[in-house]
């Protein structure tokens, strides 16, 4: 009696913790409406390159394929696709989604090991020197045939993990060091003082000056940007180019409530771009599903 009473004590607080314990769903119900619609677009066999972190939930809702997902996510399959989503290059944007479905599926087709895709995607092209292999993306080059269609997942949420999913790609091949992260911060508590918008963590932005203060340092602002999301679904962009010789950016959404303040390299990267500005070269991608909870965009072939 005494050790069922000894037990009983034992188990009742992790029997209390694990029923308190619930966790949120990876997507909220606009995010499922909208792949659910995109299901009805997307044959079986189509790509989608979005993060790790989206990839079970988006083959799930979708019944597409994805190249990477909760259970493939090493550095070396992780890297094609953040640098699809962060390079500045539409154009090796481009070239990179589609060299990484072709090389995923025939490594899985022929049964490969032992190397990487973008292993098997330089010596495709000949290539030794993968920072050389990188420049050359940026160029029109003839791709492999690829028979499935690829789209671009770009959900909201990522934004606030977008310098993650840069880090994956903020590397030097060669000697495996990590390159210099650019500046980025995202702020939903913004609480507004006369001509000082307050974003959080000490830093402030004087909006008569246009200047941001972080600490007792001010830097000046490149653009400050607004996004208008409009019923249309086409998002209406407003910059005010301010200091070109800076390379900070503010980007306001007022319908969501957030600022974000990023490095030029942020602010031109093709996620932003396709996600917030809906800047997409007609030649290269066509918009599929715009929301201001998540884009869908095609590749074109």
Known sequence: LFALVAMAGIIYPNITHAQKYIMPSVFSEPEVQILERFKKIAKRDDYVLTWWDYGYPVRYYADVKTLIDGG????????PVSFALTTPS???SYNMAILDVYFTEKFYDENITGKSYLQGMMDYYGFKDPNKFLEFLKKPI???EV??????FLPYRMLQIFPTVARFSQIDLLTGKELEHPFYYLSSTLRKRGHILDIGRGIQIDLQRAQVRLGDKSYPLHRFTTILFQKSGKNR?????INPRSSLNAIYVPALGT???VDDAYYKSTYIQLYLFHNYEGSLFEPVILSPYAAIYRIKK
């Open 72 to 79: 493939k996510h090493s550095g070396d399959v992780n890297f």
């Open 90 to 92: 539409q154009r090796a």
């Open 142 to 144: 003839q791709l492999p």
């Open 147 to 152: 028979k499935e269609d690829i789209y671009y």
């Open 237 to 241: 962009v407003q910059v005010q180019t």
């Open 259 to 261: 600022l974000l303040l």
